[in-house]
């Protein structure tokens, strides 16, 4: 059974720090996902990757498969970016479930 | 549809009654997914479709839960006899086709409360 496992639960930061979120599963996986969740429950994909690194603005992604881990980066952040950051697992084949982490809760104060 | 849409946006429900969630996704997507996200809890995996077909209901939690969908487009989450331990947050993703490594579109949810 696959576990994943999110550090830190919580995370409060002052308005320009670098802040990372981390990720680790206990099973080989097919696709790791990053979302990010409003107050009010709306969620949005942030990144989807298999291997190495992806960068969006100032989000910056990675996975290192051997260790099945993933970090989520936030350069220079800003109090919009205070929300919850969830990353998922995919194991492949034909279960097409996400496992989910727990999630970690972000504040960024001005 | 630019987005994924789900109805009604908050539900209130008396304990013993029937609800049903509607998901709309986004237009031209085969693969539409059902998630439950409860109090302090993470998403949990309900169903998932690949057109009108469901391959996977496995993480449906009793047999008062049912979804179907129609038309290869818009589905219905029903809960029968709904209990308190219903309330929830329900999520509704869709992507382009099936399969866990593509980008799945998330709707904004429907947060469902049984009083």
């Known amino acids: 059974k696959n576990e994943v496992e999110q550090s830190p639960q919580n995370l409060t930061a002052q308005e320009g720090e670098f802040i990372t979120i981390n990720c680790s599963y206990s099973v080989g996986i097919s696709a790791l996902h990053w979302l990010q969740q409003h107050p009010g429950g709306g969620i949005v994909s942030l990144f989807m990757l298999s291997s190495g690194k992806k960068k969006h603005g100032r989000l910056i992604a990675t996975i290192n498969i051997q260790e099945k881990h993933s970090s989520l980066h936030i350069t220079a952040s800003h109090p919009r970016d205070s929300a919850v950051y969830i990353c998922a697992s995919y194991s492949g084949g034909s279960n097409y479930k996400l496992t989910f982490g727990k999630g970690t809760l972000l504040t960024v104060n001005p | 549809g630019a987005g994924v849409s789900q109805s009604p946006s908050n539900k209130v429900t008396e304990k013993g009654k029937d609800v049903e969630l509607r998901c709309d996704p986004i237009?031209?997507?085969?693969?539409l997914y059902w998630y439950r996200q409860s109090l302090g809890q993470g998403l949990e995996f309900l169903i998932y479709?690949?057109?009108?077909?469901?391959?996977?209901k496995s993480g449906l939690p009793s047999d008062r839960f049912s979804a179907e969908r129609t038309g290869g487009s818009v589905s219905t989450l029903t809960i029968q006899r709904t209990q308190q331990e219903d309330s929830a947050v329900y999520l509704c993703?869709?992507?382009?086709?099936?399969?866990?490594?593509?980008?799945?579109?998330f709707g904004q949810g429907t947060r469902l409360t049984v009083v």
């Open positions: 993703a869709s992507s382009l086709v099936k399969g866990g490594d593509t980008e799945a579109f």
């Open positions: 479709f690949q057109g009108n077909s469901a391959p996977d």
């Open positions: 237009s031209g997507h085969t693969a």
